[in-house]
Structure formats: C-alpha cells, structure tokens
C-alpha cells in the first residue's frame, strides 16, 4: 500500500526564520512520483514541485528547497527567510507509475508564519 | 486558460437532498479525479475516471456516484446528501501515464455543507 506521513500538524514561526516541513512516503514501486502542493487561506491548491523516484538532486527555487532521500523515504522541504505569504497548508503527495496513478496525500502541515 | 473550472464553488443542501457537482477541463486530458478534503485528513479520493465513458470507485465512495459522458467533464453527484458529506470537494485532471506527465491540475474547490 502506498501511504504519505506528514507528521507536523501545525508549525508556527517568526518571520525570516527558516522551517522544513517534513514528509515521509511508504511505497512499494521502483518508479514513482513526489509533489509538493500549497493551499493559501484562498482554498485552492498550487504545484510547487513534482520530482521523480529516479532523481535524487536536492532541488532549490528562490526560498524553496526540496530534500529527497530515497534511503530514508523522506522528501523535505524547506523554506529560507519565511514570510507571512507563506502561511498557507502544504502537502506532499505520492504518485505510483503502475496501474492507475492517483495521487495519495498526507494530512497536511499547517504553516502559520507571523510579522 | 481555464484549466479545471468547478461549480458551484459553496453550496448549502439540507439533508436528503440532491445535487451534481460538475468539473470541466479543457485540457484535453484523460484522467479526471473528485477528492475530498476533511480537517486534518488531507485529500481522499472519492471516484475516478481513466477516459471518457470509465469510473471508478476510489478510497471513499460511498454515497456519490460519478459520470464521464465527455472527456472534458467529470459529474459528481450525491443522491441524499447526509451531514457527513460537509467537504470541500475538489476536482482535478492529469494526462494520461509517461515520465513526464504526471503533474494533476486542480480545481478552486466546492465547499458543500449538508445541515
């Protein structure tokens, strides 16, 4: 079975400091996918990365950075010099390549950052 | 581009009631998905369809049911709506397999509550 483990409920920080937010992913596939997704306080979810199981390069975009470890099933991510428009909820999500690719996600981690 | 358009965005049922949430894509893409989100259980998948004129039953889908007459629309619907069905639903599609297209679009949510 597939699963993703986000085991930070809710993080709260202080501008500019930077936070991971943590994700863990159980799967028995050789080839599979990794994404990120943030939902603002508007509700709708946005793409922030997708990184195959192939591709272990740390990625790094403006304040963003991704962390994948295939040895600990982890695939982090980071964010440099928080802002308050980062707050939002972010969630890491786990595709298969074999039979129907749905999307499996975790619960979620709230991120609340404060002025 | 419109992308994933879903309607309505709120609705309000009283139960027993009956409705039909409907999502557009004009991607041309093959696969459409309807999740629920629910505090702190992140996304579930409800239904799913793999091409015009499929569906299929995903992790919850008891008490929806779900049409793909066209490739560009994928209909929720909830025939007696129960108080348990208070969601925010979301629709989403992705091409069809392959290394590359993997990335699920998403749509702006319904939040449906069910008094």
């Known amino acids: 079975a597939q699963k993703v483990t986000q085991a930070q409920t809710e993080i709260s920080v202080v501008e500019k400091e930077d936070v991971t937010l943590d994700c863990v992913y159980e799967t028995r596939d050789t080839t599979y996918y990794l994404f990120w997704y943030k939902q603002p306080p508007s509700g709708e979810l946005v793409f922030l990365i997708r990184r195959n199981s192939f591709d272990e390069q740390n990625e790094i975009s403006g304040r963003y950075s991704w962390n994948f470890q295939k040895s600990t099933s982890s695939f982090n991510f980071t964010i440099t010099a928080s802002q308050v428009v980062d707050s939002a909820v972010y969630f890491c999500?786990?595709?298969?390549?074999?039979?129907?690719?749905?999307?499996?996600f975790g619960t979620g981690t709230r991120l609340l950052v404060s002025p | 581009n419109a992308g994933v358009t879903q309607t309505p965005k709120f609705r309000v049922l009283k139960t027993g009631q009956s409705m039909t949430l409907l999502c557009a894509q004009d991607?041309?893409?093959?696969?459409m998905y309807w999740y629920r989100q629910d505090p702190g259980m992140g996304l579930r998948l409800i239904h799913y369809s793999v091409g015009e004129g499929t569906t299929a039953k995903g992790e919850v889908p008891d008490g929806y049911n779900v049409s793909r007459l066209k490739k560009q629309n994928f209909l929720l619907g909830l025939e007696s709506a129960a108080p348990s069905q208070t969601s925010v639903y979301f629709c989403?599609?992705?091409?069809?397999?392959?290394?590359?297209?993997?990335?699920?679009?998403f749509g702006q949510g319904t939040r449906l509550t069910v008094v």
């Open positions: 991607m041309n893409h093959e696969y």
């Open positions: 989403a599609s992705s091409p069809a397999g392959g290394l590359e297209n993997t990335e699920a679009f």
């Open positions: 999500a786990l595709r298969m390549n074999t039979g129907f690719q749905k999307l499996v």
